[in-house]
């Protein structure tokens, strides 16, 4: 059968829409196909933290990891940012100005962090090196990482402490306690609800946007590196020994 020039082109359309139309494009196009995502990590090495506003390209903090394995929660690895209105009203501040978060563990242990332009002090935790994270209940990422937590902080008991901030939504009492034996926390977690300006300033200082999980690596008041999304064990745990040398 004789097929025109036309004919050709015709048949040519159709091909493409029906695969277009069956996925299977990236043939033709030379596109890839669509793969599943996994949360890129992105890591800031910073021993002078400036605030977001000083950065040269901020756009660049904001990019967070997709969280496309999450557990029962929309995007579980990315909350909202505090807004200023959510503040509460500053209780004890510093001479410099500084503000001073009393907050409460929910095994009820009493952690003091005070804000310093560099990093954050906790005066119950002198001469150690303090893992400040921010995680979340339903974050599966999140959740990958608290073995990495709990081995650190044995592995590390006399020179490290873990501070962490459970800030995707309020947790009952007994909701808390079943996270902390489900997972065998063994360090301090503190509800996010109670200490919102502390995130605000982490936002502010540090250009958390709200990917989760986020920890800052903080030795005598100084924030030496920072986190975005899940860390490897080997990674965390060559800094930690770079701080004790």
């Not at 650190?152 to 902390?180: C, D, F, H, T, W």
């Not at 986020?214 to 490897?232: A, D, P, R, W």
Request: glycine share 6%.
């Amino acid at each position: 059968m004789k097929i025109t020039k036309m004919g050709l082109t015709k048949i040519s359309i159709l091909t493409a829409m029906m695969l277009l139309n069956t996925g299977c494009a990236f043939g033709l196009f030379g596109d890839k196909p669509q793969t599943k995502l996994t949360p890129t990590k992105l890591t800031q090495k910073t021993t002078k933290p400036m605030p977001i506003s000083s950065v040269q390209n901020p756009s660049l903090m904001s990019i967070a990891p997709e969280c496309s394995d999450d557990l029962n929660a929309q995007n579980s690895c990315q909350k909202s940012p505090i807004k200023a209105q959510e503040l509460k009203p500053k209780k004890v501040v510093t001479q410099m100005g500084e503000e001073v978060h009393k907050l409460e563990s929910i095994q009820g242990q009493k952690i003091t962090i005070v804000e310093r332009p560099t990093g954050y002090v906790f005066p119950e935790f002198k001469n150690k090196i303090v893992i400040l994270e921010m995680f979340g209940k339903n974050c599966s990422h999140c959740l990958k990482e608290m073995p990495i937590m709990n081995k650190l902080r044995q592995q590390y008991s006399n020179n490290l402490e873990i501070v962490a901030l459970q800030v995707e939504g309020k947790m009952s009492p007994l909701q808390a306690n079943a996270l902390i034996r489900r997972h065998k926390i063994s360090y301090p977690i503190i509800s996010g609800s109670t200490a919102t300006n502390l995130q605000y300033h982490v936002q502010n200082t540090y250009g958390w946007t709200g990917v989760l999980p986020f920890i800052m690596l903080i030795k005598n008041g100084v924030t030496e590196f920072t986190y975005k999304g899940q860390v490897s064990y080997d990674e965390i745990n060559s800094d930690i020994r770079s701080l004790l040398r």
